[in-house]
T-cell receptor, first 111, second 114 residues
Framework: DAGVIQSPRHEVTEMGQEVTLRCKPI?????LFWYRQTMMRGLELLIY????????DSGMPEDRFSAKMPNASFSTLKIQPSEPRDSAVYFC?????????FGPGTRLTVT | AQSVTQLDSQVPVFEEAPVELRCNYS??????LFWYVQYPNQGLQLLLK??????LVKGINGFEAEFNKSQTSFHLRKPSVHISDTAEYFC????????????FGTGTRLQVTL
C-alpha cells in the first residue's frame, strides 16, 4: 500500500497566485481530511469529506479556500488568491474507521 | 464540543530515562482517545488508541497510555526512551458517535539527549 499521496511536496508561490494542492487517499478509505499546521496555530482541521461529500467545512479560513473531492481517489485544496499568511504545511489524511492515515504534507510558502 | 490540553510544550529527557507526556481532555459525551507522533518533515503516525475495554493501552515503539475517566486524562508513558524517540507528540480525541473527526492538542516536543 502506497499510503496517502500528496503533491506537490513543496510549493513556493507569489502573493496573489492560485495554488492547488492534491491528495490521493488510501484505496478503500471513505473519509478524507484536510489539515493545516503552523507554529502559531498548531494543527487545524480545514474540511472533511465522507463518501466524497463535504461534511464539515467550518475550519476553512475564508472564501479564498475551496476543496473538492470529485471521486473516491482524488481531492484538491485550492487557495485563490494566496497570501503570505497562508504559508504552512498542509496535510491530507484518510480513514476507513477510527485511525487516520496522514500523508507527508505539502509545505506551502507564499512570498 | 471537545478540547484537548497538552500542558507541556517541551519535555527534555536523557536517553534510557522514563518519560510521561500529559494529556487532558474535555467532552460531554463518550470519547475515543489517540496519541500520534510526528517526526521531522513527516506526517503524523498513530502510536496507540483507546476505544473501549482495558484502560491501559499499549502501542508501537514501547509506548503505553492509560485512560482515566475520572481525571479525564490519557497520559503517554515509556519506561526507557531512545534518541530516536525525539519527535512531536499529539494527543487527540473524537466523539465516539462520530469517530472519524479528531480534535488535536497543541503537541509536546520530546527531546531526548545523551
Amino acid at each position: 500500500d502506497a499510503g496517502v499521496i500528496q503533491s506537490p511536496r513543496h510549493e513556493v508561490t507569489e502573493m496573489g497566485q492560485e495554488v492547488t494542492l492534491r491528495c490521493k487517499p488510501i484505496s478503500g478509505h471513505n473519509s478524507l481530511f484536510w489539515y493545516r499546521q503552523t507554529m502559531m496555530r498548531g494543527l487545524e482541521l480545514l474540511i472533511y469529506f465522507n463518501n466524497n461529500v463535504p461534511i464539515d467545512d467550518s475550519g476553512m479560513p475564508e472564501d479564498r479556500f475551496s476543496a473538492k473531492m470529485p471521486n473516491a481517489s482524488f481531492s484538491t485544496l485550492k487557495i485563490q488568491p494566496s497570501e503570505p499568511r497562508d504559508s504552512a504545511v498542509y496535510f491530507c489524511a484518510s480513514t476507513r474507521g477510527y485511525e487516520q492515515y496522514f500523508g507527508p504534507g505539502t509545505r506551502l510558502t507564499v512570498t | 464540543a471537545q478540547s484537548v490540553t497538552q500542558l507541556d510544550s517541551q519535555v527534555p529527557v536523557f536517553e534510557e530515562a522514563p518519560v510521561e507526556l500529559r494529556c487532558n481532555y474535555s467532552s460531554s459525551v463518550s470519547v475515543y482517545l489517540f496519541w500520534y507522533v510526528q517526526y521531522p518533515n513527516q506526517g503524523l503516525q498513530l502510536l496507540l488508541k483507546y476505544l473501549s475495554g482495558s484502560t491501559l493501552v499499549k502501542g508501537i515503539n514501547g509506548f503505553e497510555a492509560e485512560f482515566n475517566k475520572s481525571q479525564t486524562s490519557f497520559h503517554l508513558r515509556k519506561p526507557s526512551v531512545h534518541i530516536s524517540d525525539t519527535a512531536e507528540y499529539f494527543c487527540a480525541v473524537s466523539d465516539a458517535g462520530t469517530a472519524s473527526k479528531l480534535t488535536f492538542g497543541t503537541g509536546t516536543r520530546l527531546q531526548v539527549t545523551l
